[in-house]
């Protein structure tokens, strides 16, 4: 399902209108009619409902305008209140304003903050609010009667229903302006907006509804729009057939260089999730002095042991091993649970620079990388997993920079290094250095436990194997880690959910796919 930014509706929109030659007024009232629809449905069980619709002066205000008088053609009363003066209502909205008038429908315009107290005292008594005081034409931190009101609706025990986004919600980053409207449910038109996605938006919108207003596909065609929910459906498309003649060779050889003393965990969990995930082959390589710890955790992962330095971390030496390794795998993961040193560093860009198969880098050996331009300079595909504090230190932007507009960061940053990279936390952005962004919205914060990442980094690398492009793989693999942790909470909680629970449950993430 494709996502937009406030102005690429804003442009879909004006393409309809201006060059279709569907009239805005049309576009309206088709947004009012679903938002009908919504209202009729909460209300269904309420015998002689009281509704409250809040009007702002723009085009979301004309969409509630809409339902008002749809509302009270069925016979549900309504009261409507402007945020602002009827002198300041144009365009559609102006033109649904005087029908309102015609029909004598009382506008209640709420100028001060004594206006606030009297809506304050009649939102007691209703059972729902219709929220359309702002939609993606928001500009900027909310000026005006604007908090106030939206702190009243959110402090009523109404139901809310909002109009095309909650109000004071950024449609692009998801961020509140200072506040925003807390609903219960919100139909929004066309496609959905990426801050209805992304968190904290995701907090606000309640239950989501997409509601068609006639912009016509082909509009939504020519835009070419580059961001994408990842949906089920997409997650089967992009799922590996499986060659029922295939040997394990068919299904890809994986290597995966991971672990230190005190983390052979990490490199059990990486190793073990990538031939999990289907690859057909999966060596895992270590510190040598690791290798019999591993060969005891693990039965069907091969393992390699690496020359190592006095701290059990691997040494330079590693490298020619390392070398031929990669001459004889179809993808390399590198990274979990190596620790940080300088020779970790010098062991990493030699892979970037040499090593001419997929390469997935996560943990410390994306800690470690002082030199972008070598990923820059790959001919092969690189796919990047970093948490916001690792996308902080490889951007050099601060993490809350990088959570208040993940999708624009990962995308710029994704296109600058010409990587495939995967921001992770709530709302996991998958961006492509073609310029390509996917949202995942499954997952639960039982999933932020240690060895968790180590998991989607061997998902992504068994994807590899099996034949997926990078991108690919990191669509597809985000969506089966957070499936995975999902469908695992049948039996654990979010408190409990451990790392090694989603390598055992991936086998009913792939299961949900293939049925
Ligand atoms: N023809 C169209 O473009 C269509 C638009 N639609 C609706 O129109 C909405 C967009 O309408 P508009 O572009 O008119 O914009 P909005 O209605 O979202 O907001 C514009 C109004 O908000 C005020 N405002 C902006 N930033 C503010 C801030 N920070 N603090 C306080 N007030 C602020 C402005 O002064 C203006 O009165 C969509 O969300 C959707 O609901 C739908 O009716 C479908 C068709
Ligand atoms: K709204």
Known sequence: MRLVTASEMQELDRITIEEVGIPGVVLMENAGQAVTDAAVDILSNISDPQVIVVAGKGNNGGDGFVVARLLSNIGIKVKVYLLGDVQDVSGDAKINLSVLHKLDFKIVELKNKSDLKRFNKKCKNVDLIIDGVLGTGIEGELRGLAPDLISIINNSTSQVLAIDIPSGLNADTGQAHGIAVKADRTVTFALPKLGLLLYPGRNYVGELEVADISIPEEVIESEHINKELITPNLAQQLLPRRNCFGHKGTFGHAVVIAGSKGMTGAAKLSGLA??????????????????????????????????????????????????????????????????????????????????????????????????????????????????????????????????????????????????????????????????????????????????????????????????????????????????????????????????????????????????
């Not at 039982?446 to 669509?475: C, E, F, H, P, R």
Request: with cysteine.
């Open 274 to 515: 990538t031939l999990k995930s289907g690859a057909g082959i999966v060596t895992l390589g270590m510190p040598e002095s690791l290798n019999s710890i591993l060969e005891t955790k693990l039965t069907e992962v091969m393992t390699v042991p690496l020359t190592e330095n006095r701290e059990c971390c691997l040494s330079l030496n590693s490298l020619t091993k390392i070398m031929e390794l990669s001459k004889a795998a179809d993808v390399m993961a590198v990274g979990p649970g190596l620790s940080q040193s300088e020779e970790i560093s010098y062991i990493i860009h030699d892979m970037l620079n040499k090593i001419e198969i997929p390469l997935v880098i996560d943990a410390d050996g994306l800690n470690v990388i002082e030199d972008l331009g070598i990923l820059t300079n790959r001919s092969k595909p690189t796919v990047l997993t970093p948490h916001p504090g690792e996308m902080a230190r490889l951007t050099g932007k601060s993490i809350d920079e990088i959570q208040a507009n993940r999708v624009q960061v990962t995308l710029q940053t994704a296109q600058d290094l010409n990587v495939t990279l995967v921001l992770k936390g709530a709302a996991t952005v998958v961006a492509t250095a073609k310029g390509r962004v996917y949202i995942n919205s499954n997952g639960n914060s039982g999933m932020a436990t240690a060895g968790s990442g180590d998991v989607l980094t061997g998902i992504i690398t068994g994807l590899i194997a099996q034949g997926l492009s990078a991108d690919q793989a990191a669509t597809l693999g985000v969506f089966l880690h957070g499936l995975t942790g999902d469908l695992k909470l049948e039996e654990e909680t979010t408190y409990t959910l451990l790392a090694g629970d989603l390598i055992k449950g991936l086998s009913n993430a792939f299961k949900y796919l293939e049925e």
